[in-house]
């Protein structure tokens, strides 16, 4: 700590360091320079200590009395105190953790028994074994889940048997349906075969597209009907000086009862321009009028 060795010989001469050894610190500065307190910091060896120092007002000397414990001495008692302390507190806590699991094993492990009972219920399994061992809240619950298990068993059998009626009924109903669609389907049957024959005597009372083709080289026919017969048909006929007469008629209603009017409104045209010789326009159109009214029963203006 930086004492001469002269010093030191002396000090071991005499066994001891009174008046000899410097002590030359902060604090006996200022315990020099009049001041008073008490304080840690450390000593001449480094060490460190509790401090107190004050100046003695002695005539004709100029000291300060110290005193001084080491810092570990003076607080030895309070580290013991604070270790059994610690150690106190983890024996408390190594017995509550131990007390603890016990206890929690005691509550939870009915409860995970009656988890698993609840899970294989859930899956659907009616048969699962819920065991009722105890008198308290868990055994509530248990019998709770029991009485649910007992009245989900009845719910089932309960739907089953419905199910089966409803089974039943729905194959009955199936066979009468299957029935009615088959008749529909021959009825339709019938009804599309009639059509398609319509359609083949509505064709057969249209010009030829090859003999028009023929008489009007520069010429085309869009025919397309809104349903598998039509009631617009198209005529022609050429005449005897050469010249052409073309119609495209519209008649009331489209379908089989537009093709029957059709018909009619063919065989008209027949009649009085082939028949009859007749070639205006308004005198076909006249006779038509009357014809329609003769052949459908009606009367007109």
């Known amino acids: 700590i930086g004492v001469p060795s002269v010093t030191i010989e ?40 509790l401090s107190s120092y004050k100046p003695l007002n002695i005539r004709g000397m100029h000291w300060v009395i110290m005193s001084e414990i080491d810092e570990a001495e003076a607080f030895a008692h309070v580290y013991s105190l604070r270790n059994q302390i610690i150690i106190g507190f983890i024996v408390f806590v190594a017995i509550l953790v131990i007390a603890s699991y016990f206890i929690s094993r005691k509550i939870t492990s009915p409860l995970n028994e009656l988890t698993v009972s609840a899970l294989q219920l859930a899956k659907g399994d009616m048969n699962v074994e819920i065991h009722v061992q105890r008198k308290d809240e868990i055994g509530i619950l248990s019998m709770s889940f029991r009485k649910m298990q007992i009245s989900i ?41 009639s059509i398609n024959y319509a359609l083949r005597l509505q064709q057969a009372i249209l010009p030829p597209l090859d003999k028009v083709k023929t008489r009007l080289k520069q010429s085309f026919i869009l025919f397309k009907p809104k349903d598998i017969v039509s009631g617009d048909f198209f005529w022609f006929h050429k005449l005897e000086d050469g010249s052409m007469i073309v119609a495209a008629v519209d008649c009331t209603g489209h379908g089989v009862p537009g093709a029957f009017v059709s018909l009619v409104g063919k065989m008209l045209l027949d009649r009085i321009i082939i028949e009859k010789k007749v070639t205006s326009p308004a005198k076909i159109l006249f006779l038509m009028d009357e014809g329609v009214q003769e052949s459908l029963s009606q009367k007109g203006d």
């Not at 050894?21 to 450390?42: F, W």
């Not at 299957?178 to 049957?189: F, G, I, M, S």
């Open 10 to 49: 002396k000090i071991s001469s005499f066994n001891s360091t009174i008046g000899l050894q410097e002590v030359r610190t902060p604090e006996t500065m200022d315990a020099l320079q009049g001041k008073t307190n008490s304080r840690t910091c450390i000593d001449y060896r480094g060490v460190p200590v």
């Open 153 to 193: 068993r009845n719910l089932i059998g309960e739907l089953r048997h419905i199910n089966q009626n409803l089974e039943s009924k729905v194959v009955e109903r199936t066979e009468e349906i299957q029935k009615q669609k088959e008749l529909v389907e021959d009825k339709n049957k019938e009804i599309v075969d």
